[in-house]
Nanobody
Framework: QVQLVESGGGLVQPGGSLRLSCAASGSIFSINHMAWYRQAPGKQRDFVAVISSGGFINYADSVKGRFAISSDNAKNTVDLQMNSLKPEDTAVYYC??????????????WGQGTQVTVSS
């Protein structure tokens, strides 16, 4: 099994910054990519950012230039630095990791979610 633990959410004023972290543990043989999604109340879960094991990075248009995703392959962690936050960034943020387990099966796991609220 593979487990994810997220941290770093909270309340911040518009224009402020937050950093989210996600740590993967368990029967990990390899990680293909690590990503962040978010879900606002009453809306579907949307893609935010992804980083692959090879270093490919992509962002949703709504966060380009404001958010930065990074990973530490040795520690199996992924961070999301969020700057210039806007009220519309308010959502529950979920970490998603995909890869291969030590018994060579694929996995696609989600974190428990962390609340980010941008409000004055």
């Amino acid at each position: 099994q593979v487990q994810l633990v997220e941290s770093g959410g909270g309340l911040v004023q518009p224009g402020g910054s937050l950093r989210l972290s996600c740590a993967a543990s368990g029967s990990i043989f390899s990680i293909n990519h690590m990503a962040w999604y978010r879900q606002a109340p009453g809306k579907q879960r949307d893609f935010v950012a992804v980083i692959s094991s090879g270093g490919f990075i992509n962002y949703a248009d709504s966060v380009k230039g404001r958010f930065a995703i990074s990973s530490d392959n040795a520690k199996n962690t992924v961070d999301l630095q969020m700057n210039s936050l806007k009220p519309e960034d308010t959502a529950v943020y979920y970490c998603n990791v995909r890869g291969v387990t030590t018994i060579r099966t694929s996995y696609n796991v989600w974190g428990q979610g962390t609340q980010v609220t941008v409000s004055s």
